[in-house]
């Protein structure tokens, strides 16, 4: 009997370990600002104040090039993606025109791009835009900037542009780390 609820006790000792594990946070994958070019480092005086994982589409529309007569191209119409924590728990969601990155709470905010820098061979580039004041209150108040890194696809489409599908619209998978900063 005394082997029995030994072994109980050890059972139960082993699963609540695990459980308590399972809770964790995972940990934080922040980017080390001299690892990213230097175009999308965020200006020293700032922390991060929320890491992000974007999973959404991008939608492009075949458009006539403006600047050059009878052209066309796939052009960036805006994005759509949840906006996931490091647990994979929506936070937020991103989405536009105008680009617009909002909270679960209902706080939002949109951005100015400031620079770009390229991605690996076929994802977006990365990006680092400053954002405008934040409307509502909420987890986007106070945030100075916002880093697009860690990018997946997004790219434009090869598909064929030209007159006959002008103004079709295709959307592209993608995936970006979104790491937002606050002044420190």
């Not at 924590?85 to 936070?91: F, M």
């Not at 970006?176 to 900063?181: M, P, V």
Request: glycine residues 10%; proline residues 6%; aromatic residues 8%.
């Amino acid at each position: 009997m005394i082997i029995k609820s030994t072994l109980a006790a050890a059972a139960v000792v082993a699963l609540s370990a695990c459980a308590s594990n399972m809770s964790a946070p995972m940990p934080s994958m922040v980017y080390l600002q001299d690892s990213l070019p230097a175009s999308v480092q965020v200006p020293a005086g700032h922390k991060v104040t929320m890491e992000t994982v974007g999973v959404g589409e991008i939608t492009y529309e075949c458009r006539a090039n403006k600047d050059m007569a009878g052209q066309y191209a796939w052009v960036f119409a805006g994005p759509d993606a949840k906006l996931m924590d490091r647990n994979g728990k929506q936070v937020g969601k991103y989405f536009g025109p105008p680009a617009t990155w909002e909270s679960m709470d209902g706080s939002k905010l949109t951005a100015t791009q400031l620079a770009v820098a390229p991605g690996d061979m076929g994802n977006i580039p990365l990006q680092l835009v400053k954002a405008n004041p934040a409307m509502g209150m909420g987890a986007m108040n106070g945030v100075t900037y916002i880093q697009r890194v860690k990018t997946v696809g997004g790219v434009a489409p090869t598909s064929a542009c030209a007159m006959g599908n002008m103004g079709a619209k295709q959307m592209v998978k993608y995936q970006a780390d979104y790491i937002f900063w606050k002044a420190a």
